[in-house]
């Protein structure tokens, strides 16, 4: 009987919890969304967000248990009295004039601004120890932060939430543009999300893929929103976007297409089962114009139009909650496709291989009057083997001139051309049609100037080496070759003599 009695108190604990639970909903939620836009210069955005949201005011209610927003940051945003912090690690730098507007715009390196509560007494002291606490949490350099780059705008950097008054006092703002971003960056703020990399929309972020982008910025936004309509009480708001632009996927035929897995090499297998909304966004605005048309696979649930950055946009959308989008095949592989009409036009592309046979480009297209036509090819750039270098490598190395051949209009009706009757220059080109004439054109030859060593120093070293050489060698070998002999010492000659009998005379011993 005693021993019955632990076990009944421990169900009526169990079910008393589950009891609790069930009266009193979750007081937080979280939304994913992946918004994808094709560029104008042919690159690809994709832009991730992740929103919690937090019904509880943390520096007023004791929390001590966390679900979904991360406890790192609660603990920050209580210890620190913060009101809105804002963190941003960026790579490359986003091109406005050839993609467009961006939803969020973040500088190179690492950017980070706080607004404090006016409860803060010593704001330089509690900027410092914030700084050295991101730099752990981020494993960035942050603790780098002092006042020789920190700065207090007055008109720039207003409060994204709720802010009671501006007095600017209480903000602060240092940029770190040397802060490179790594994959030490992204694992921490991948563990800040619920689900972190296991499923739904973040287990597209993959580091090699991210990282081998034009562009990449990854950001934390913490900032107090209304829980209602009359903002009788506030939120906490944690919101996580990343950023990034990937090149053009050209194909054989001239088509950008592209897809998921094309891009993060995975694909969305179930959603975040924590997650209340989660959707994919793709932007099917500007592609009904040059006669283009647009296929997107498989089919969007809906579609949703707004103006965006003063633009209409048109997005169609994936909604990765419902069973039906995933359930059918598995996975969701969002595929976008252009096709044109069919146009005459031929492309030949022969890529080279190293030290065997160069690039070949044929393009057969039809030139508009009074336009101008610009063939780009991207190429990596390769070092030489000393043997290759020319006698004069300072000079350049010349590529081979661009062949165009092309059938001119004329401006009078040609008369059709007799082969043997005709002069020699008329006859070389034929013509079928005499309406038009062939013309071949070459352009100049270009001369390209590449990285050069310093082919004196092999001369120098060679001239130094056969000195040490001969000198060490020549020594050494009248060692090995010469012989040497002990001459016996010969007796004196005549003034030897004449000296011996003079020391005699005197008495002195004879030398």
């Not at 960035?140 to 994204?160: G, H, Y």
């Not at 990282?211 to 936004?221: E, G, I, K, M, R």
């Not at 500007?286 to 647009?294: A, C, I, V």
């Not at 062939?438 to 056969?466: A, K, W």
Request: neutral net charge; hydrophobic residues 40%.
């Amino acid at each position: 009987m005693a021993a019955a009695m632990p076990l009944a108190l421990l169900v009526l604990l169990l079910l008393g919890r589950k009891g609790w639970c069930l009266a009193e909903p979750p007081r937080d939620s979280l939304r994913e969304e992946l918004v994808i836009t094709p560029l104008p210069s042919g690159d690809v955005a994709a832009t991730f967000q992740f929103r919690t949201r937090w019904d509880s005011e943390l520096q007023r209610e004791g929390v001590s248990h966390y679900r979904l927003f991360p406890k790192a940051l609660g603990q920050l945003i209580s210890k620190y009295s913060l009101r809105e912090l804002h963190l941003s690690f960026t790579q490359g730098f986003w091109r406005t004039r050839y993609w467009g507007p961006p939803f969020l715009q973040a500088p190179s390196g690492a950017e980070l601004w706080v607004w404090f509560q006016d409860t803060v007494t010593d704001v330089d002291k509690s900027w410092k120890e914030l700084s050295n606490v991101l730099s752990g949490i981020f494993c960035a350099s942050l603790n780098f932060i002092d006042s020789t780059n920190t700065v207090t705008p007055t008109a720039s950097f207003k409060p994204l939430g709720l802010a009671n008054d501006t007095d600017h006092y209480f903000l602060r703002y240092a940029v770190l543009p040397r802060e490179v971003v790594c994959t030490e960056n992204l694992t921490p703020w991948k563990k800040l999300l619920p689900c972190s990399s296991k499923a739904g929309l973040s287990v597209l972020l993959k580091a090699d893929r991210l990282f081998h982008t034009s562009y990449h910025s990854q950001a934390v936004h913490i900032r107090p929103v209304c829980r209602n309509a009359r903002c009788t009480s506030i939120s906490w708001e944690l919101r996580q976007t990343l950023s990034v632009v990937f090149d053009a996927f050209i194909t054989g035929q001239g088509k950008k297409d592209w897809s998921l897995f094309r891009m993060f090499s995975r694909t969305l297998t179930e959603p975040c089962p924590l997650a209340s909304e989660s959707r994919v966004y793709v932007d099917i605005t500007n592609y009904n114009q040059d006669n283009e048309t647009l296929e997107v696979n498989p089919p969007p649930t809906t579609t949703y139009q707004d103006v965006i950055l003063g633009t209409r946009k048109i997005y169609a959308i994936y909604d990765l909650l419902d069973t039906a989008m995933i359930n059918n095949s598995r996975n969701l592989n969002i595929q976008l496709k252009w096709k044109r009409p069919p146009e005459n036009g031929y492309i030949h592309y022969q890529p080279a291989q190293d030290r065997l046979q160069p690039h070949l480009l044929e393009m057969l297209i039809q030139l508009p009057a009074n336009s101008v036509t610009k063939v780009s090819i991207q190429f990596e750039r390769a070092l030489l083997k000393w043997t290759e270098y020319t006698p004069d490598p300072n000079h350049g190395f010349y590529v081979s001139p661009s062949v165009l051949s092309a059938l001119v209009p004329s401006v009078v009706a040609a008369k059709p051309v007799d082969w043997e009757e005709s002069p020699l220059f008329n006859s070389l080109f034929p013509v079928s049609d005499g309406s038009n004439y062939f013309v071949r054109l070459y352009t100049e030859p270009l001369l390209v100037n590449l990285p050069t060593p310093d082919f004196s120093m092999p001369y120098n070293v060679i001239c130094l080496t056969c000195t040490v050489v001969a000198v060490c060698y020549g020594s050494f070998y009248n060692l090995l070759t010469r012989t040497f002999h002990i001459e016996e010492p010969r007796t004196g000659g005549l003034a030897k003599r004449l000296a011996n009998l003079i020391r005699r005379a005197r008495g002195v011993p004879p030398l």
